[in-house]
């Protein structure tokens, strides 16, 4: 019981990972005559909720779905926004494949550069660059809403990961994958920090979550191990409650996982 506790992230991170590439695999074999017929044959949108955030203006203008996204989207959009109302971005932190793979690539940054990883970008650019996702949001659903297509697609990293192998992601998908991959190494979540629109959407609700990351000042011995351990760089050790935007909601600042004090850092009403 000991070790799910301290691995269950990471077991439900492979775990959907595993499964979202099985169900991408599936259906590009449906498509030409193989797969698994008992097997999902959705497609790679119809499990991604973001689908269901860019479809929302044809839907209600309309009343009809965006090509290529389908009612399930919208019911994995709800869910998930559900999850955040109560405990926040947990979606980004726990469930997201890209996050994950950022996560497993930046594990390998951390034996190359040990202390420097994840401190490579200059403190006053990084805090400019992380309004870039908020551009990035507003950006797509304009476009997916004047176009009634997921033009997004063609640069999105998370479609690129699961579809390289098809022949059909676009050539600026591939590269926009390859530097998220590659600024894994040195930057922790460097897509989630600076130009995903789900997590600048998602990171919305910190503010108004009703379970948050609570720190009791009375027991902190300031040894700062939870702001080492943040893969956002939030200074966890500076605030009683983390209503940061960047937030993920991955725990690892919390006395389970990083505060060598019990009980005082953790996610409470």
């Known amino acids: 019981?000991?070790?799910?506790?301290?691995?269950?992230?990471?077991?439900?991170?492979?775990?959907?990972?595993?499964?979202v590439l099985l169900i991408s695999i599936n259906h590009n074999l449906l498509e030409s005559g193989g797969g698994i017929s008992w097997f999902s044959s959705a497609s790679l949108h119809a499990v991604c909720p973001f689908g269901g955030v860019v479809t929302i203006y044809q839907l209600l203008t309309v009343g009809t779905f965006v090509k290529q996204i389908h009612a399930a989207t919208l019911v994995l959009l709800v869910i998930v926004l559900l999850l955040a109302v109560f405990l926040g971005p947990v979606f980004c932190g726990w469930l997201c494949p890209l996050g994950s793979i950022q996560e497993w690539i930046g594990k390998i940054g951390k034996k190359i550069f040990g202390k420097k990883y994840n401190t490579f970008v200059n403190s006053k650019l990084d805090r400019v660059l992380r309004y870039f996702r908020y551009f990035v949001l507003v950006w797509v659903i304009i476009i997916t809403a004047r176009s009634g297509e997921i033009l997004f697609q063609h640069v999105d990293p998370y479609y690129a990961l699961f579809n390289f192998y098809t022949g059909e992601v676009a050539i600026q998908g591939l590269v926009i994958l390859s530097l998220t991959l590659i600024s894994s190494l040195f930057v922790e979540r460097s897509w989630c920090k600076y130009a995903c629109p789900y997590g600048a959407l998602l990171g919305l609700t910190n503010k108004f979550s009703i379970f948050k990351i609570k720190r009791n000042k009375n027991t902190c011995v300031t040894c700062k191990k939870c702001d080492k351990d943040c893969p956002m760089n939030i200074e966890v050790s500076s605030k009683s409650i983390v209503t940061d935007l960047q937030c993920i909601r991955c725990m690892k600042c919390t006395s389970d996982n990083s505060c060598p004090i019990p009980e005082t850092v953790d996610i409470k009403f």
């Open 1 to 19: 019981m000991q070790f799910i506790k301290k691995h269950i992230r990471g077991i439900i991170q492979l775990f959907i990972f595993t499964l």
